[in-house]
């Protein structure tokens, strides 16, 4: 199954109908909603286990491109970590030149982490298996393609308006 996005220049022969917003939340619920019933099972929530998983691959990292990466805006991101370092799990600390800051994973979030992991390997295997593989794997791709599409910095051109949108 492919996943390629509509080139802008050529209009397709049937709008979407309904709001996209609205569509991709009820998805986005409907998965997270799964991956956080796995994950209650460790403790954490979906955004507390993303937030571990990164740091541990990305870490020590500065705040601003810890938000940049996981798309999230600074306050968004602030407040996720607090109950992580409240916990122990991560540590913020001062950066090379004193002024920045390091977002670091501590021992105690590394086991907190591989406690979840399966919980969220369940999460994954069980959403593969309710969409299937190929269904997944369209999905990784289209969001793949779209989100650079839709960087505060990509071109903002071909926008159409269409009143019946609405949701």
Known sequence: ???TLIHPDVAPAVQPQGCTNFKLRQLLRRVSQRYDAELAQAGLKTTQYSLLSQVLHRGPIRPGDLARFMTMDASTLTRNLKPLVAAGW???AAGEDGRSRLVHITDAGREKRAQ???GWRRAQLQLNAQLGVERVLALHALIDEALPLLADDAPQENLQESGDLDA
Do not use: F, I
Request: charged content about 10%.
């Open 1 to 3: 199954m492919s996943a």
């Open 116 to 118: 979840a992991q399966s």
């Open 90 to 92: 991560l540590e913020v």
